[in-house]
């Protein structure tokens, strides 16, 4: 099992920046990949980004060239660096780990994003 907390929502104006972090703990070693997902209200839950256990990492297209994923494999943390932010990026943001054999964990709490125009 690995458990994650996610943080460093807020509020902030379109145009603005917010890094949001993930930090793991437990089975770390395991994990194959992390990604960020959101979800806004009435909406269903959208992945943003995904990095590996390798450093690759995907985005969505609304995303690209404004977020950015990173690791830190001595905190065990992945953070969501998101630049230029526009008011349709507000949601809650989750973090989530994907193990070998057990697939895609348990949803935690979240941190909330609101974007102000």
């Known amino acids: 099992q690995v458990q994650l907390v996610e943080s460093g929502g807020g509020l902030v104006q379109a145009g603005g920046s917010l890094r949001l972090a993930c930090a793991a703990s437990?089975?770390?070693?395991?994990?194959?990949?992390i990604g960020w997902y959101r979800q806004a209200p009435g909406k269903q839950r959208e992945l943003v980004a995904l990095?590996?256990?390798?450093?690759?990492?995907n985005y969505a297209d609304s995303v690209k060239g404004r977020f950015t994923i990173s690791r830190d494999n001595a905190k065990n943390t992945v953070y969501l660096q998101m630049n230029s932010l526009k008011p349709e990026d507000t949601a809650v943001y989750y973090c989530?780990?994907?193990?070998?054999?057990?697939?895609?964990?348990?949803w935690g709490q979240g941190t909330q994003v609101t974007v102000s125009s």
């Open positions: 989530n780990a994907e193990l070998p054999t057990t697939g895609w964990g348990n």
């Open positions: 437990g089975r770390v070693f395991s994990v194959n990949r």
């Open positions: 990095i590996t256990d390798t450093g690759r990492t």
